[in-house]
């Protein structure tokens, strides 16, 4: 859903010319395929009994059917191609679907300005009108494409499977309160004040309406008062504002499901018996309870089972995502079943799940879920939009002015008197009040869309006569909402300057100082005695750490601390993008600073270290060492040769990366050890293990890279494959003074943990850890110009030995 | 809202309201909570803030009970530790926690931001030097890791290494290889801090309302 404005402004007009062509041409072929297809379908069912027994008797092999006794065998000749479309209609016709909104999605974002114009959802409800036209044109019956199985059973649930899963949890907790608010109050007060007044309208004279009971007129208010999450995530995607106000709204319209729900079933039971007694409405209170609670229990249930399947998937990492999928389906399916609210189970399901499941998983599912789910939801909402067009062509319309434009108007004028009233009594419990700006982009960001639809087609036709009516109603408040609102929110965010999503990756500083935020007013909170929600937010936590994670993080990594978790991840990620930034290549100039470790450390007086006597290695240690890290560099590479359908190719990247941790700590302990004792003269150019150990532990210093004049080492970092040779000539460079370019593994996991075996063999076997003697020096006393200037002791001035590059 | 009768010393609550900003009912509750922690004393010290039982699980209980007693919180330009304190430097350091006012100038909240920051600062800056030096630094992420028994000091120290390496990335820019960067002096700290939006963060809902749920 990237808006790529940019990016196509140098495309040959040409090609422009002939992308749209292109898609012009599509859209018809499409249009007709479907057309073809809605042809075939009448006569289908006809024969479909016969023909699929014809089939499966073929397939069975029984001569001579015996259905139909007038059956006479007549040779023809063997048919070598034939044409049947029967066959294999509804999953082409599906994926046809799938084709033309994955076309149009593809489409948009080629034609350049178009996308920043207009948002993607007006286009493609526009593309839905064009094929809906399109088959309506070629005389043949639209497909009921909203029919409301298929959209509550599969467009939907991706979408909010989406929505929830990377659900920002924080936020939404913090804002609890206020999107509960909106939520209930402000749909029932929606809902109500829509149709009531729609009613008084509809009894005044002239209108011709008066046929039009209160109860339906309250039914139709409770379906089009919802803000719809698809529609919100479709527009708000692209205007990228403000955390808040994204999440007050997003959530709004999620949570309000349970209300729809409540309030659609309580009307539709009670409009046959034409009165809501008292009774009712205190039944649709708890019902009303039930309904949410109920499907966040449902949803829960589900996530805490998925998090627990997740802790013994280590070793089947294929199949992680489908228990994933599978579990949040359930969930929903689950939640439907009873008439509770799917949609929160979904939500609460995958926001239960996620922090375990991240924990326990492999990196390579996480991505394949984070993928699938995108994917998904994002087909899901382009074929949504575009059913939508497909079935304002093709529903009956009863277009009555006074209706609809009553509609219209209602909906806008009781959505905005609603967030102001409901803002004024909220804003007295919040400390971040809510600005008249932010009041107008909540107000203003209530779209309505296709679950409005949806509800509106599963009405009974006989039960309410004015379905139609209704249907059009909807149809146009959506399309008012989507075009007119959607299309101008953009500018209007801009116009009045509201505040923008940062887009600042997380640093490690505001992790730590948010945690440390976190325990601070916990504390200040227990000193002053109050029981605020800092407490109970510390309580939880602290009630998540000791018993639940126990329980569903797999191994020992349910002790780590988020801290912990966080960096872990940021030097993982860091890692990556080392990988991808390409093989060969200096590290491109997008690198933020030139600061490394050894600015940071405090200088440390140099030991006199004159008097020590660096001993040099045997030759004979040498070969040991040698022998020793090569052996295990070509054991990495066996390992991942091979390869097995049934396990990732084992990763010692990742499968390893506990241990690859542990032991870059122990390195990380030794480096500095090394660094008080390290001077200038005799210094070995930078050891491949100690410039890994560097690496290791300081994402940064991948990025120290200067101009040779400054006489600092530069890395090159040649990403070369693991099986390269490269990777072993390093070890070559004990011997080498001043080396040349020392290549280091990309895989820095791969061969590092190779290195880090052998390194800690050799620590094992005393090299190292003898504060007199350092490990791998080269024989000979070379005196290096070339020095540790990674590590951090600067020694004593080397000026002068410094005019070489290290590495060149 | 409003002066409650019922107070006795009325004049003082309203140069303490004057002060720190807090409502009349607001210090009447704290007061209350103060006699009651300090056992009806007059002055506070630090071993009956230990006594609290729902701080023993706090990491950083040590730092946030220190802070109570460091001159420098008490906005009277003071430096050094004290050893006891009375009800009026408590609602100084309380009043750091107040949320800002909803009109505010974007010139207040930055004072407030400010004002905020340096509570922060001056909690990690122990031997108030004016920097946050790369001991303290790791000290700071030691004390926060060090309830989760976690996986030892050295993934602290890796923390808190890449932690200054970023903000002397972000705050020098370039350095020479021979240059030192002594420490996170405040202006910094401003800097790196400058994303979390720390006058909305670092308040207590308490002092929003006027509840009196008091507990031990």
Redesign the interface.
């Known amino acids: 859903r990237v808006l790529s404005g940019t990016g196509y402004g140098g495309i040959h007009p040409i090609f422009l010319e002939r992308g749209l062509l292109l898609l012009v041409m599509l859209i018809f072929l499409e249009g007709t395929a479907l057309t073809l297809g809605a042809a075939s379908s009448p006569d289908i069912s006809a024969q479909d009994n016969t023909g699929g027994h014809e089939h499966l008797d073929d397939h069975q092999g029984i001569a001579g059917s015996n259905d139909r006794t007038n059956y006479t065998y007549t040779k023809k000749a063997f048919p070598v191609l034939s044409l049947d479309y029967h066959h294999i209609q509804v999953p082409f016709e599906i994926s046809l679907w799938v084709l033309l909104a994955s076309l149009m999605k593809l489409g948009f974002h080629l034609i350049p300005r178009l996308s920043s114009i207009v948002p993607e959802s007006c286009l493609l409800i526009v593309v839905g009108l064009l094929v809906g036209g399109l088959i309506k044109l070629a005389g043949e019956e639209v497909p009921p494409v909203l029919d409301s199985n298929l959209f509550f059973l599969c467009l939907l649930p991706p979408i909010i499977l989406d929505a929830g899963y990377f659900l920002p949890i924080r936020p939404f907790m913090e804002n609890i309160g206020t999107i509960l608010m909106f939520a209930v109050v402000g749909t029932l007060w929606n809902a109500f004040f829509v149709g009531g007044l729609l009613y008084a309208v509809c009894q005044i004279e002239g209108t011709y309406l008066s046929q039009v009971e209160l109860l339906p007129c309250l039914l139709f208010g409770s379906i089009i008062s919802a803000v719809d999450p698809v529609a919100v995530l479709a527009v708000f995607e692209e205007i990228h504002i403000n955390e808040l106000l994204h999440i007050l709204v997003f959530g709004e319209s999620l949570l309000n499901d349970a209300v729809t729900v409540v309030l659609y079933h309580l009307f539709e039971e009670y409009s046959g018996a034409g009165e809501v007694t008292p009774m009712d409405v205190v039944l649709g209170v708890i019902c009303f309870l039930i309904v949410s609670l109920g499907g966040i229990a449902v949803g829960a249930i589900y996530g805490i089972l998925a998090a627990f399947t997740s802790r013994f998937t280590s070793h089947t990492r294929v199949i992680e995502p489908l228990f994933m999928f599978v579990y949040s389906y359930m969930a929903y399916l689950s939640a439907e079943m009873f008439h509770l609210s799917g949609i929160m189970a979904l939500i609460a399901c995958g926001a239960v799940m996620r922090p375990y499941v991240e924990a326990n998983i492999s990196h390579k599912s996480h991505t394949t879920v984070k993928y699938f789910l995108k994917m998904w939801s994002s087909v899901s909402e382009t074929l949504i939009f575009i059913f939508l067009g497909v079935a304002t062509v093709a529903g009956p319309h009863a277009w009555n002015w006074t209706f609809v434009s009553v509609t219209v108007i209602l909906c806008l004028v009781s959505r905005v008197i609603g967030v102001v009233g409901l803002t004024f009594i909220i804003n007295k419990f919040r400390i971040v009040k809510l600005t008249t700006k932010d009041q107008f982009i909540v107000a203003y960001g209530g779209l309505r869309g296709a679950i409005a639809f949806s509800l509106g087609y599963l009405l009974d036709k006989d039960l309410f006569p004015m379905r139609t009516m209704f249907l059009t109603a909807i149809i146009t408040e959506i399309f008012f909402t989507v075009f007119v609102q959607g299309m101008t929110i953009k500018p209007l965010v801009d116009l009045l300057a509201v505040k923008k999503k940062q887009e600042a990756k997380r640093s490690i500083n505001e992790e730590i100082h948010t945690q440390f935020l976190d325990h601070l007013l916990t504390g200040i909170e227990d000193i002053c005695g109050h029981y605020g929600h800092h407490h109970w937010k510390d309580k939880l936590n602290r009630f998540n750490k000791k018993y639940i994670k126990k329980c569903l993080i797999a191994g020992e990594r349910y002790k780590e601390p988020q801290l912990i978790a966080f960096y872990h991840k940021m030097e993982f990620k860091q890692a990556i993008e080392l990988v991808e930034s390409g093989g060969g290549v200096k590290l491109p100039s997008a690198v933020p600073s030139q600061v490394s470790m050894q600015n940071i450390q405090p200088k440390k007086l140099p030991p006199p270290v004159a008097e020590r006597a660096l001993p040099q290695f045997t030759k004979g240690r040498e070969e040991e060492i040698r022998k020793i890290l090569r052996s295990n560099l070509q054991k990495t590479r066996q390992r991942l040769r091979s390869y097995n359908r049934h396990t990732l190719v084992a990763d010692p990247f990742e499968d390893g990366w506990n241990d690859f941790l542990l032991k870059k700590q122990r390195l990380i302990e030794l480096e500095k050890k090394m660094s008080n004792y390290l001077t200038v003269p005799g210094a070995i150019p930078d050891s491949p293990t100690m410039c890994r150990a560097r690496l290791a532990s300081d994402p940064n210093a991948f990025y120290n890279i200067k101009a040779s004049s400054d006489g600092v080492p530069t890395i090159q970092v040649d990403l070369a494959s693991p099986q390269s040779p490269d990777s072993v000539n390093m070890l070559n460079e004990f011997s080498k003074e001043g080396a040349t370019g020392q290549s280091l593994g990309q895989r820095e996991g791969a061969t590092g943990l190779g290195q880090r075996e052998g390194a800690d063999r050799d620590e094992d076997q005393g090299l190292m850890m003898k504060p007199a003697g350092k490990g791998e020096k080269g024989e000979g006393g070379n005196k290096n110009p070339g020095l540790m200037r990674c590590l951090s002791d600067p020694g004593p001035s080397n000026e002068d030995e410094e005019d070489e590059p290290f590495l060149p | 809202m409003g002066a409650l009768q019922s107070l006795s010393d009325e004049p003082e609550y309203r140069e303490l309201a004057e002060k720190t900003g807090f409502s009349f009912e607001q210090i009447g509750i704290?007061h209350k909570?103060f006699k009651?922690?300090s056992h009806n004393e007059d002055m506070l010290r630090r071993a009956d803030?230990d006594t609290?039982p729902?701080?023993a699980?706090?990491?950083?209980?040590t730092q946030?009970i220190e802070a109570?007693f460091d001159k420098r919180n008490f906005h009277q330009n003071g430096d050094g530790t004290v050893e006891e304190i009375s009800f009026e430097e408590f609602l100084v350091v309380?009043s750091h926690?107040r949320?800002p006012a909803?009109n505010m100038t974007e010139e207040q909240r930055e004072k407030v931001r400010r004002e905020k920051l340096r509570f922060?600062f001056n909690?990690h800056d122990t031997d108030n030097d004016g920097t946050i030096?790369?001991?303290e630094y790791r000290h700071?992420?030691e004390e926060?890791?060090s309830r989760?028994?976690?996986?030892?000091k050295?993934?602290a120290?890796?923390?808190a290494?890449?932690?200054?390496?970023?903000?002397?990335?972000?705050s020098?820019?370039?350095?020479e290889?021979?240059?030192?960067?002594e420490g996170i002096t405040f202006e910094h700290f401003l800097k790196?801090?400058k994303?979390?939006e720390?006058e909305?963060?670092?308040?207590?809902?308490?002092l929003?309302?006027d509840?009196t749920?008091?507990?031990?």
């Open positions: 704290l909570r009651q922690l803030l609290i729902d701080l699980c706090n990491p950083i209980r946030i109570f309380m926690f949320p909803l922060l909690m030096t790369l001991e700071v992420v926060l890791l989760s028994g976690a996986l030892g050295e993934t120290k890796g923390i290494d890449a932690a200054m390496l970023e903000v002397a990335s972000i020098m820019g370039h350095m290889p021979d240059e030192f960067y790196i801090l994303d979390i720390i909305t963060k670092m308040n207590i809902r308490f929003n309302m509840t749920t008091l507990c031990k």
